[in-house]
T-cell receptor
Framework: SAVISQKPSRDICQRGTSLTIQCQVDSQVTMMFWYRQQPGQSLTLIATANQGSEATYESGFVIDKFPISRPNLTFSTLTVSNMSPEDSSIYLC??????????FGPGTRLTVL | GESVGLHLPTLSVQEGDNSIINCAYSNSASDYFIWYKQESGKGPQFIIDIRSNMDKRQGQRVTVLLNKTVKHLSLQIAATQPGDSAVYFCAEKEASYGKLTFGQGTILTVHP
């Protein structure tokens, strides 16, 4: 399975600011995904990021709020823009594998004051 | 839209008992299913998976059962241990599309 790291592991931010979360994988992968997990809830897919193309966003998520970069096959970033307290969540990246399984990073715990 | 849901949001068992966590899914086109375990402060950890051409798959102390007729998935944990305490999520996928849809999660608490 892929080894995935995320930075930062947690952060406390002021409303109106932006935070960029990094996701690094130890092997080249085609598809990377960004999820949001609100407190006490399940995971919701934000977008799918493929290298060399624009990210594909799910209903309810827009590029202006959650811009994503995918500069190569081992790295991606998610930015949470113009944050409000409602953005307080765990943000998780995951990667697809040749066997269809998805592996997840440890998550970034974001608190917006 | 299509969704995956769980019957029981919480489950408490005694150490050594067997646990069964259930999941209903609604997308008949889903052909791949995964169970994840999420401990506090961590990302989801892969436990076991099953494809739609199978009814049962066994791992170490875990078994996943798939009933396509009623769109039901279950995870059985044998001889449950305190270290099994976590939130368990089922997820379903249409392999050709790539993205996962997660169920709501079941909190499993194992009492010594």
């Amino acid at each position: 399975s892929a080894v995935i790291s995320q930075k930062p592991s947690r952060d406390i931010c002021q409303r109106g600011t932006s935070l960029t979360i990094q996701c690094q994988v130890d092997s080249q992968v085609t598809m990377m995904f960004w999820y949001r997990q609100q407190p006490g809830q399940s995971l919701t897919l934000i977008a799918t990021a493929n290298q060399g193309s624009e990210a594909t966003y799910e209903s309810g998520f827009v590029i202006d709020k959650f811009p994503i970069s995918r500069p190569n096959l081992t790295f991606s970033t998610l930015t949470v823009s113009n944050m409000s307290p409602e953005d307080s969540s765990i943000y998780l990246c995951s990667v697809d594998s040749p066997t269809d399984t998805q592996y997840f990073g440890p998550g970034t715990r974001l608190t917006v004051l | 839209g299509e969704s995956v849901g769980l019957h029981l949001p919480t489950l408490s068992v005694q150490e050594g008992d067997n646990s069964i966590i259930n999941c209903a899914y609604s997308n008949s086109a889903s052909d791949y299913f995964i169970w994840y375990k999420q401990e506090s402060g961590k990302g989801p950890q892969f436990i076991i998976d099953i494809r739609s051409n199978m009814d049962k798959r066994q791992g170490q102390r875990v078994t996943v059962l798939l009933n396509k007729t009623v769109k039901h998935l279950s995870l059985q944990i044998a001889a449950t241990q305190p270290g099994d305490s976590a939130v368990y999520f089922c997820a379903e996928k249409e392999a050709s599309y790539g993205k996962l849809t997660f169920g709501q999660g079941t909190i499993l608490t194992v009492h010594p």
